[in-house]
């Protein structure tokens, strides 16, 4: 191509400020950005986490006090995680489907501070709730039943829409739950209710600081690797997108975020659907290691990575810089 332009220099157009902002393709936005924030029981608490640095679990009216401050810094969506204290979690995961779980009373807390403002995200897998910290139902084996789980995992969404969340989003990785979960939906009279299916999720390292976050790093035994993706493959979460989008899910999600970049474009050139990403708590922990190491300016790596994103296709990203990031943008 260039070669039929002799003349031309691409660094003619980077000279300048205004020029590179002229030029710019990619440009993110506070409304690109989903805040995941973490629940936990008692009134006025905030537990900052240890292998979080800067992020905190907060109380339902922490929580309604984070959706207000989101709504004015142009967030559109929250997404909540529990943390349900020890004496609620057995091996069956009941806690999910309390209609007063942790979960169910932070829903209602943002709904009624900010009503409709805000979009609400829950997560739909069982290991805030188990005593054994895996996503699903075990055998005497400890392997996790898929369909068995699946059926827990329809009572858990529609306690969630029935509490008003707004996406439902499957975490889990059981084969044909999004299928189930949408027809639940259907029945039950929450057809607006949205699905955003984790399609491609990996059994990944980067999820440690999450685990420490909802209290399950310290029950898990063994690994996730029976039901989460192998980082080897590409493939194989092309297959996974084709099937939660047949069986009705809204939109996807990729999962690392960074290291995945290359899954997050797959996934939207193949299927041109709303694509997010996560970028998880072991990349906002390695961010956050490489300022305190002064190897790294926050502002300007929480950004690049958040455009990096979008350069790759995604729709949005659920980041725990989220708050930062926007302040950042509307600056
Ligand atoms: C639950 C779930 C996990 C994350 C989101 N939902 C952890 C896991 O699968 O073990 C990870 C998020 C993060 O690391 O920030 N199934």
Known sequence: MTAAY????????????????????????????????????????????????????????????????????????????????????????REALNPDNLMCRAVRAIRDAVGADIGILTDVALDPY???GQDGLIDDA??????????????????????GADIIAPS????????????????????????????????????GPFRDAVGSRGLLKGDKKTYQMDPGNAEEALREVGLDLAEGADSVMVKPGLPYLDIVMRVKQRFDVPVFAYQLSGEYAMIE???????????????????????????????????????????
């Open 6 to 93: 002799p003349a031309l220099r691409l660094r003619r157009t980077r000279s300048t400020a205004w020029s590179r902002a002229l030029h710019r393709e990619v440009v993110v936005s506070p409304a690109d950005l989903i805040w995941p924030l973490f629940v936990t029981e008692g009134d006025g608490v905030e537990e900052p986490i240890g292998s979080l640095p800067g992020v905190s679990r907060w109380c339902v009216k922490g929580i309604a006090a984070r959706a207000k401050e989101a709504v004015a810094l142009g967030i559109p969506c929250l997404a909540l995680f529990p943390n349900t204290p020890p004496d609620r979690r057995d091996p069956h995961g």
């Open 130 to 132: 188990t005593s054994h």
């Open 142 to 163: 400890g392997y996790v039943l898929n369909d068995a789980t699946a059926e827990v995992l329809v009572g858990q969404s529609l306690n969630q829409a029935a509490a």
């Open 172 to 207: 889990d990785m059981m084969d044909g739950r999004v299928g189930l979960i949408r027809a639940a939906l259907e029945g039950q009279g929450y057809q607006n209710v949205q699905i955003m299916s984790y399609a491609a999720k990996y059994a990944s390292a980067f999820y």
């Open 289 to 331: 290691a490489a300022v305190a190491a002064g190897a790294a300016d926050r502002d300007a790596i929480v950004l690049e990575s958040l455009t990096a994103f979008k350069r790759a296709g995604w729709s949005g990203v659920l980041t725990y810089h989220a708050a930062h990031a926007a302040r950042l943008l509307r600056s």
